[in-house]
């Protein structure tokens, strides 16, 4: 028996969602600032909780997840994938687009080229997970600005647990924070930058610690605005109410509350 397959035209096609990924609750920072330059659009946010934290993983696992994840949401119909994970990034972003080179296929990159930009040889602090801390394209960033100022890593593998439970604020939050940074504090940065989209949400946590004088830089409205720009390159953008539809593979309600809450509050 044959089989066929639908292509939509292009006035469909806008009408499609933006698939947004991350290994759990993080790249919920990254869909508040898509959903703020692009209130038109549907979004598709889907959370690998079940398997988080990616950032301790195997590459060849986060690879494999990552993979898996993008196949089903192009087969269901998403018209662009944003990998919300520093760490799915790092790692799998170059397969996917060898993958599916007709795709519009964004990924996150932590904002070391804005904190050089705002600090010329200053000190800049990359606070991120040992994987991403680890990954050749970390690794080129680096390299590229590091005869401009000194950038310090800071792996912080425990903190996005912190996150996917829920612990944003207070004495544990604060006191895993000072546990990774306390040594990057004398003397005080310049910057820091957040290399894993769950970070953002322990921002009022991080300036307790850091006081404030650092300033802190997030890749959440960067890559907000790429996307923005390749689906208006691609005459895709949609116009009329938008909406956003979350899952993830904890099957467990209290996860999506925690979601919904994460996407609402003032971070």
């Not at 604060?174 to 546990?179: G, Q, T, Y």
């Not at 921002?203 to 923005?228: H, M, W, Y």
Request: hydrophobic share 40%; charged share 25%.
């Amino acid at each position: 028996m044959r089989k066929s397959m639908l292509i939509p035209m292009q006035a469909e096609r806008r009408d499609q969602p933006i698939a947004v990924f991350d290994s759990g609750l993080g790249g919920i920072s990254v869909l508040r600032a898509l959903v703020r330059y692009m209130p038109a659009e549907r979004f598709y946010y889907f959370g690998d909780s079940a398997n988080a934290p990616y950032g301790s993983k195997p590459f060849s696992q986060i690879r494999h997840l990552t993979i898996q994840h993008a196949k089903r949401f192009f087969e269901e119909g998403a018209k662009a994938l944003v990998v919300a994970c520093n760490t799915a990034t790092s790692v799998a972003i170059d397969e996917l687009r060898q993958l599916y080179p007709d795709r519009i296929i964004i990924g996150i990159e932590p904002a070391i080229k804005p904190a050089i930009e705002n600090f010329p040889k200053g000190k800049i602090v990359v606070m991120a997970t040992p994987t991403t801390l680890r990954e050749r394209k970390f690794e080129e960033l680096v390299t590229n600005y590091a005869n401009r100022c000194e950038i310090i890593k800071c792996p912080c593998p425990a903190l996005v647990e912190l996150v996917e439970r829920g612990e944003l604020c207070g004495e544990t939050a604060e006191k895993a924070v000072l546990e990774y940074v306390g040594s990057c504090l004398e003397p005080l940065p310049d910057a820091i930058v957040l290399g894993c989209t769950h970070f953002p949400f322990l921002k009022n946590a991080i300036r307790c610690v850091v006081g404030s004088t650092p300033k802190i830089f997030d890749g959440a409205e960067g890559t907000a605005l790429q996307t923005q720009r390749r689906l208006s390159e691609a005459g895709l953008l949609r116009e009329g109410i938008g909406e956003v539809r979350i899952e993830n593979s904890l099957k467990d309600p209290a996860i999506l509350n925690l979601s919904a809450k994460l996407l609402q509050i003032t971070i």
